[in-house]
């Protein structure tokens, strides 16, 4: 399992969108807080707003915002909305993928490794990502500050 820079910026994009509560924020922000392309980002935000987990909103102080509240999204379904599987291999998903389906060695090991991205994934919300990170920027503010 190899989780691409589209994953991982869809999560940083919602994190940044939600940290900041329910006014919309121009993509641009977005990209320049995150330092992402804002063109890969717009992308990125296109498949977001499809699969319900943001909105957008229109006119001069328009954006994007949360389509759903952070405690209600976890890393796992974004994940899966910009990656598709997070099965190490095939063969977890689709049997008939490999020839020795059932018989190898291996497959328990995948399947444990699979479960485990899976476990932490799922119970991991936006709502932790945004509490994670308004953390480290505390963190962050006291040591400038000393």
């Known amino acids: ?18 940290s900041r509560g329910p ?18 980002l717009e992308q990125i935000a296109s498949a977001l707003r499809r699969a319900g987990f943001i909105k957008s ?10 389509a759903r ?24 998903d689709d049997p008939t993928t490999c020839w ?11 399947r444990q490794v699979d479960h485990a991205v899976r476990e932490v994934l799922s119970r991991t919300t936006l709502k932790d990502l945004i509490e994670r990170q308004r953390f480290f920027a505390l963190k962050e503010q006291a040591r400038v500050t000393v």
């Open 69 to 92: 509240p952070p405690e209600e999204i976890t890393a796992l379904e974004v994940v899966e909305t910009l990656e598709g599987s997070v099965a190490p291999v095939g063969c977890i």
């Open 23 to 40: 006014d919309p924020v121009p993509l641009k922000e977005v990209a320049e807080a995150q330092r992402i392309s804002q063109h890969y």
């Open 1 to 18: 399992m190899w989780i691409s820079t589209r994953a991982q910026y869809g999560l940083r994009a919602l994190l940044e969108i939600g």
């Open 100 to 110: 020795a389906a059932g018989t190898c060695a291996t497959e328990e090991l995948w």
């Open 57 to 66: 909103v229109r006119g001069a102080k328009g954006g994007y915002r949360l």
